[in-house]
């Protein structure tokens, strides 16, 4: 099982980004797929999930940090679940993880990608 998140960079306050999270060795679309971050001395912060749209309802749900900015998507076609990240701030800067819940392992997550926003 493999997530691989990419996409990150670094951008001005007010930029936008796009994250990608691809998926290998699971039946993908029966996933739920959560986004969280972490920055260096702080516990990881949930930012987003998105249900399952095989066998669940598809839906979104954000932190309130990011909502009205961030929008997350799912191409289950291609094993991939998306972030949409507009009106960046610098609080925002973070590793960027994608994460699930598998059987008999749990928790499971990507090495994550970095996102600074910053003048």
């Known amino acids: 099982v493999q997530l691989v998140e990419s996409g990150g960079g670094s951008v001005q306050p007010g930029g936008s980004l796009r994250l990608s999270c691809v998926a290998s060795g699971i039946s993908f679309s029966q996933y739920h797929i959560t986004w969280v971050r972490q920055t260096p001395g702080k516990g990881p912060e949930w930012v987003s999930k998105i249900n399952s749209n095989f066998g669940g309802d598809g839906k979104t749900y954000y932190a309130d940090s990011v909502k009205g900015r961030f929008t997350a998507s799912r191409d289950n076609a291609k094993n991939t679940v998306y972030l949409q990240m507009n009106n960046l701030k610098p609080e925002d800067t973070a590793v960027y993880y994608c994460?699930?819940?598998?059987?008999?392992?749990?928790?499971?997550r990507g090495r994550g990608t970095q996102v600074t926003v910053s003048e």
């Open positions: 994460a699930t819940d598998l059987p008999d392992v749990g928790y499971y």
